[in-house]
């Protein structure tokens, strides 16, 4: 396997691409949110770019469906839940179609749309998600969504911790010194992941908005067995494992 780390949407070239699966990492929060619905009975998660298209997805949807998203960590008027991984338990998500704008992380997900094949990726799935990938049998690249278009640590760290659990399995060929900062990265951090994330930026501000178990519960590396794939339009997450 072919791999590349990128670390920011606005990094990507077409050869991160065609013929390739992405993966897209929001550690804070969306891909970590993802997960979580996914794993308490979501039936599927519908990615919008931003918090209008929602809104008007979310009025014109019939059916039991869950409007939830950030701006700036909070909730936008009108939604029904935010961006905490926590929040999506069974009883809020089973069976439900999710409808999801956040501020980078679904963003990202629209901005690898010309990959053959996208996943969602996080610290809570990493093995999950790397045993995808094998199954998959492309070339791959890790895609961090970033903090309002500034790297983000913690996404790095996400591609560290699948690009761990892949080398545990198989060689790979690095196709920039990107992928050797994400696994270094992740090989000091790993023993101490909350405390690291507790001081990105992106943990910073999530603690500002009162958010901290949402920081917990993002660094509980492969606290659940779930993978998800993105296909179709409007994007759309659904589990595969």
Partial sequence: MRLDVVFLPKDLQPEHLNQRTVVVFDVLRATTSMAAALHAGATEIQIYPNTNAALAAGAAFEGNRLLCGEEQCLP????????SPAAFLPDLCASRTILMSTTNGTRAIYAGRGASQIFIGALVNAAATAQ????????????????????????????????????????????????AIARQLFQSCRDNLLSHLRQ?????????????????????????????????????????R
């Fill in 76 to 83: 936008p008027p009108g939604f029904d839940v935010g961006n």
């Fill in 132 to 179: 995808a990938l094998l199954a998959a049998k492309l070339d791959t690249t890790l895609l961090c969504a970033g903090t309002n278009g500034a790297i983000a640590v913690e996404d790095i760290l996400g591609a560290g911790a699948v690009l761990y659990e892949i080398e545990r399995v198989t060689q790979i060929t690095p196709q920039s010194d990107c992928v």
């Fill in 200 to 240: 990105t930026r992106g943990g910073q501000n999530i603690i500002r908005a009162g958010l901290q178990p949402d920081i917990e519960f993002a660094s509980r590396l492969n606290f659940l067995h779930v993978a998800g794939k993105v296909s179709g339009e409007p994007p759309t997450v659904r589990r595969i």
